[in-house]
C-alpha cells in the first residue's frame, strides 16, 4: 500500500479513540464542554486538520477495538490516539495479555490503512494519590504492567510513545485534576506539547502548542465536581475492585515481609567472618 509523507498531505484527518484520558476529563470550556489534549493538539497543525473524538469515559480496550475502532476506520485517519488501558487495569479481572492483544489489534488495523498512532504511558498516581502506602504499590503494580504492555507495542510497531513520566514536574499537582487520575487544563496543555513535538519529529506541520492555560473552575466548582461524579465513579469502581484490591494488598504484604527478611539475612551473612 502507498501512502503520502506527513509533508504531502495539506488536510489533516486526527481522530482520538480511547477513555477518559482521551475524552478530555479534567479540563472543560466555559460552557462545560470537554476539551482536552486531542482539542489542544488539533488546533496547531499548520495544515487544515479534522478533529474526530471517539472515546468514551469507562472504556476497555475491548471496547475501543470492536465499537470504537471501526468508527475511526470511516474516517480514514491519518493520525489516531489510542489511549486506553485504565479501565482495564481497575477490574479485578485484569489481564496484560488480554489488553496487549486488543491495542495491538487495534493499531495493526490502523497501521493497515497507513495511520501514524500516538499511544501515552501512564503516571505514577502513587507520586500524587493520598492513599495508604501499602494501596500505592498494588497500584503501582498495574500501573506499570499496562505501561509495559504500551512498550511492547510501541517497540514492535514503531508508534509513537508519549512518556509522560519523563515530563519535568508532571507529578506537581497544579498539572492534575482534582481526582488525582486525569489530567488538568495545564496537564492537558503539556500533553498536547509532547504529542506535537513527536509529531514534528516524523515530519508533520505542526506547532507547539502555548503552555499554561489558565483553570476556569474554582476550587469549590473542582469540589463539586468531585462530590457528584467522583463519588459516584469510586463507588461503582469499588463494587468490582475493593474485594480484589484488599487481597493484592495483603499479597503486597507478603512480598515486603519477605523482602524485609531477604535483605535481613542478606545483611547477616554478609558480616559473617
Known sequence: MTTLAPQQIRHVRFTVIGDSAAFGTGDTDELGNPRGWGYYLSQ???DSCEYLNFSRPGAK?????SVQLPKALETNPDIC???VGGNDMLRNGFDPTFLYQNISDTCLELLSRGTEIIMVELHDPGEILRVPRLLKR???RRVNAVNNVYYQVARELDLILIRTRNIPHVHDVSNWHIDRMHPGPRGHQLLAREMASALRERG???DLPESEVADLHSRAAKIWWLLCKGTPWFLKRSVDLLPVAIILMAI?????IFEVIAKGYSAVTANRP
Open 138 to 140: 498494588v497500584i503501582r
Open 61 to 65: 480496550s475491548a471496547e475501543v477495538k
Open 44 to 46: 496547531v497543525f499548520q
Open 252 to 256: 503486597e504484604a507478603i512480598r515486603v
Open 81 to 83: 490516539a489510542v489511549i
Open 204 to 206: 508533520w506541520r505542526v
